[in-house]
């Protein structure tokens, strides 16, 4: 994803490539929701940067997106990296205040490092 400064945006360029294959095909057809990711440098809230996980059409965007997302999280990049990667809970870090989540809850909980692609390595 160009001109961020965000080590989540590799993932996410990864994720997009991903999104093309067959197992990316194969995600779209199990989980079939769109995501809306903040994701701020440092802090919740401040310089967030926007992207869109569609796993309904399969694709991965910058910008926000265009309809009601199914469910929208807001996090710090190294805490979305954490998740992303399976090292942090993400149950725990919403616990924590890590994670802000608006939308359904259950679409929520179908946001697991399962639907990165792997390996994810940054």
Known sequence: MDGSSLKSAQLLEQMRLHMATDAGKE???KVGLVYQLNIA?????????????DLKKGEVTKGPYQGKPDATFSFTDNDFLGIASGKTNP???????????????SAAQKFTPDIFPKPAKL
Request: proline letters at 3%; a positive charge; zero cysteines.
């Open 91 to 105: 149950q725990i870090a919403f616990i924590r205040g890590a994670i802000k989540i608006k939308g359904s809850i």
């Open 27 to 29: 995600l779209t057809k």
């Open 41 to 53: 440098p440092k802090k919740l809230g401040v310089d967030e940067e926007i992207f869109v996980v």
